[in-house]
């Protein structure tokens, strides 16, 4: 599913992965779509199969963190928010139907090892985000901690900027609580969860909720930990496949994107399932 058509509700947002729908004034139905989102540009090719695994996986991390901090999860069927035969066959397996709150236009980003930008920045400047790293660090490094490097919310076909520390210091506890455990857990089933990226929003009183998706394949960068190793990135469970193959194929990131092969779209489809089924059994 390149792009949802729910007929019966109406559409309130076309984001990078996920179209957000009216239920009611209390309610929205959010649908994960295969679109796939690389360098902050929509490629015009699905991953088959995506969508069901953001969602499956976003409900197993929501019902293990749920003590952590809560999530906006309704327990809603999507299938009946809808009201056509059409509409539910869309939404089987790939919806959520959520609480109405306001998001905070901050991608919390969670860095436990160096990785992507993170190592790029490292090498130009010394720091993370602004932060101070010790010298000598190598690609993939375990950092001494895991750092907390917020940037801001951007629209699709707009890139993120980060900002201060300060502008989001309130989220660190809860972001790095959530990261510290789901590290933990994900050891245990031979992962390493080298970042990840958090979003939050917050209901008329001010109260916190884990939103959006959390600790899928577009969100996170996973490692197969029997393959780790310093000095190169790593394989991953993640869309890293499609961004090595964007960076070999001399696009310049800007859009439009190009086309994917079908065995890069197949490999990454296979990476994602894999993730889900070491991750959550599923």
């Not at 900027?161 to 790095?176: H, M, T, V, Y």
Request: hydrophobic content about 40%.
């Amino acid at each position: 599913m390149l792009q949802s058509s729910i007929a019966s509700l109406p559409l309130l947002h076309r984001g990078k992965v996920r179209d957000i729908y009216g239920v009611d004034d209390q309610h929205l139905l959010i649908v994960q779509t295969d679109r796939l989102s690389a360098f902050d540009v929509i490629l015009p090719d699905p991953v088959p199969g995506k969508g069901q695994v953001l969602t499956a996986l976003s409900n197993f991390w929501f019902a293990k963190l749920g003590r952590v901090i809560p999530n906006h999860l309704t327990g809603i069927r999507p299938e009946d928010a809808v009201k056509t035969d059409a509409d539910r066959a869309q939404v089987a397996g790939r919806a959520f139907v959520v609480k109405r709150l306001k998001p905070l236009p901050i991608e919390a980003i969670v860095r436990g090892y160096l990785a992507g930008s993170g190592w790029k920045d490292y090498k130009k400047t010394g720091t993370l985000c602004g932060l101070p790293l010790p010298a000598g660090l190598q690609e993939a490094q375990k950092l001494p901690q895991p750092l907390f490097t917020p940037s801001t919310k951007a629209a699709a076909g707009e890139h993120d900027e980060n900002i201060s520390f300060e502008q989001a210091r309130k989220l660190l506890g809860e972001a790095l609580a959530l990261y510290t455990e789901a590290a933990e857990y994900a050891a245990g089933k031979g992962i390493i969860i080298a970042d990840t990226k958090f979003e939050f929003g917050v209901d008329g009183s001010g109260k916190l909720y884990l939103i959006d998706e959390a600790l899928t394949p577009d969100s996170s960068r996973f490692w197969p930990a029997d393959q780790y190793r310093t000095g190169g990135n790593p394989p991953s469970f993640d869309k890293q496949f499609v961004r090595d193959w964007l960076e070999a194929s001399g696009w310049d990131k800007q859009p439009p994107a190009p086309s994917v092969p079908p065995e890069v779209l197949q490999k990454t489809s296979g990476k994602y399932h894999e993730a889900l089924r070491r991750l959550a059994g599923a």
